[in-house]
């Protein structure tokens, strides 16, 4: 379901939207939120709660890792985009999985009419990083 307005998101938002993150936000194209749902290190999968306002996005990237890795998307609240490099962008809705290889550059974000959260879960892997890349372009973002 799209949610234009912040307070009807907010009570989707059954993870929560957690607070700003500005620790990522130079590799975003607006405003996006980052709440952890278990404590970083503490367990065997990295589980985060992640919003994204309307229309944004985060930069292409690619989950690097010499054996294993990856990530998985799990829909929670609102609607997005997720697309694959040489890959139609895939329409994501309350309830929509996407697994993500290690080695697939990517990019993931909000519809431009609604807020969008999803569980982030970076699968477990040996030597695992994050390279990020380009910005999506807006005449990109905007033909979806």
Known sequence: ??????????????????????????????????????????????LANVTFEPACRNNWHIHQATSGGGQMLICTAGEGWYQQEKEEAVSMKEGSIVYIPAGKKHWHGAKADSWFSHISIEIPGTECRNEWLEPVSDEDYNRL
Do not use: C, H, Q, W
């Open 1 to 46: 379901m799209k949610y234009s307005n912040k307070a009807a998101f907010e009570k989707a938002n059954m993870f929560g939207t957690g607070m700003p993150n500005d620790a990522y936000s130079k590799y975003f194209i607006g405003n996006s939120y980052l709440n952890f749902l278990v404590k970083p290190g503490e367990t065997p999968l990295f």
